[in-house]
Nanobody, 115 residues
Framework: QVQLVESGGGLVQPGGSLRLSCAAS????????VGWYRQAPGKQREVVAI???????DYADSVKGRSTISRDNAKNTVSLQMNSLRAEDTGVYYC?????????WGQGTQVTVSS
């Protein structure tokens, strides 16, 4: 059974930083594409960053230069470092792990950027 467990969300002031982590189990992690998505109140879920199994990275324009996605295949984890956070970064952040057959989602972790 595949499980994705996210951690690292919370309340942060504008300009601050957060590091989100996602631990995966029950999946051949090293061959999967991993990513982070977010859903702001009243909006659709959107991609934040994606990292393929061969190291290709893509960021949403809104987070480029402020965020870094990384993976540790030995530990089956994917992380998202977010800096210079803005109020518009507020939302529920979801970890996503995708293989050729299907994709899996974490339960989500709340990130709130507010003074």
């Amino acid at each position: 059974q595949v499980q994705l467990v996210e951690s690292g969300g919370g309340l942060v002031q504008p300009g601050g930083s957060l590091r989100l982590s996602c631990a995966a189990s029950g999946i051949t992690f090293r061959i999967a594409t991993v990513g982070w998505y977010r859903q702001a109140p009243g909006k659709q879920r959107e991609v934040v960053a994606i990292l393929s199994s061969d190291g290709m990275i893509d960021y949403a324009d809104s987070v480029k230069g402020r965020s870094t996605i990384s993976r540790d295949n030995a530990k089956n984890t994917v992380s998202l470092q977010m800096n210079s956070l803005r109020a518009e970064d507020t939302g529920v952040y979801y970890c996503n792990v995708a293989t050729r057959l299907r994709e899996y989602w974490g339960q989500g972790t709340q990130v709130t950027v507010s003074s």
